[in-house]
């Protein structure tokens, strides 16, 4: 049989081969589907052990011929069979990814806050643990390489720090810089957002302590200060005493 098959010319091979096809796909398509999934199991058990009996130089050899068989092929594709493969492909992928996500079908519906949904491996992307060795960039470890700088290739200039006086307006830079107004050091924070007006004014308290101060007695005059110090939060609860302490007394 061997001497045979040499012998054959490249017609003479196409001819059964092309027969066999045929008749292969009408087997197949006469399958039930138990017989077929039996089918696929079985090749697909007897590929693993093939493959597992493999020697490293068989191996790479059959990847080698693989290699060559699928670059032939798609050698001799016209336009269109590519296109039509290119399409499968994407189809395929497209199905594959989309059936890794059937568990979360209708999961916003079904939220359970008791459940930890971060915890999934599907959903779970880590940590910004890896360090991009050409700029410094973290990234998480399934991110795709060369997304920020291209593999070194992309090189930005280092920020520099801006002219004066544009440096001085874009905000402070230490503490003792936070409590400074008009060039004046504040003795606190609460002074310096009093000073730029980030804090409302007692004027409201002051004249309710100065309306009752008319009309009410001591007493009274210093279970309202309690109440205004204890509620209101008067920004300046010293002056406040300071202006209404003889009344108080």
């Not at 280092?158 to 905000?171: K, T, V």
């Not at 308290?205 to 109440?227: K, Y």
Request: include cysteine.
């Amino acid at each position: 049989m061997a001497a045979t098959r040499a012998a054959e010319d490249s017609e003479d091979t196409r001819i059964p081969l092309d027969g066999q096809r045929a008749r292969q796909a009408a087997s197949r398509a006469a399958e039930s589907p138990e017989r077929r999934q039996g089918r696929r199991v079985h090749d697909r058990a007897r590929h693993a052990a093939s493959r597992a009996a493999e020697s490293p130089e068989q191996r790479q050899g059959r990847r080698k011929e693989d290699r060559a068989r699928h670059a032939a092929t798609r050698g001799a594709e016209d336009p269109i069979q590519r296109r039509t493969r290119s399409e499968d492909q994407r189809r395929r992928q497209a199905a594959s990814r989309a059936a890794q996500w059937t568990f979360m079908e209708g999961e916003a519906f079904r939220y359970d806050p008791a459940n930890n949904y971060d915890s999934h491996p599907q959903l779970y992307i880590g940590q910004m643990s890896d360090v991009c060795p050409y700029c410094n960039a973290l990234k998480w470890h399934a991110e795709t390489r060369g997304m920020c700088c291209s593999g070194g290739k992309v090189k930005l200039p280092e920020l520099q720090p801006p002219p004066e006086p544009l440096e001085s307006l874009i905000g402070p830079t230490s503490f003792e810089a936070l409590r400074t107004v008009n060039i004046q050091i504040c003795a606190t924070f609460r002074e310096a957002c009093q000073l730029h007006g980030l804090l409302e004014d007692d004027q409201q308290w002051d004249a309710t302590m100065s309306e009752a101060a008319a009309a009410q007695s001591p007493a009274r005059l210093r279970n309202l200060f309690a109440i205004i110090l204890a509620v209101c939060g008067p920004s300046n609860p010293k002056q406040l005493w300071e202006s209404y302490k003889e009344s108080l007394t």
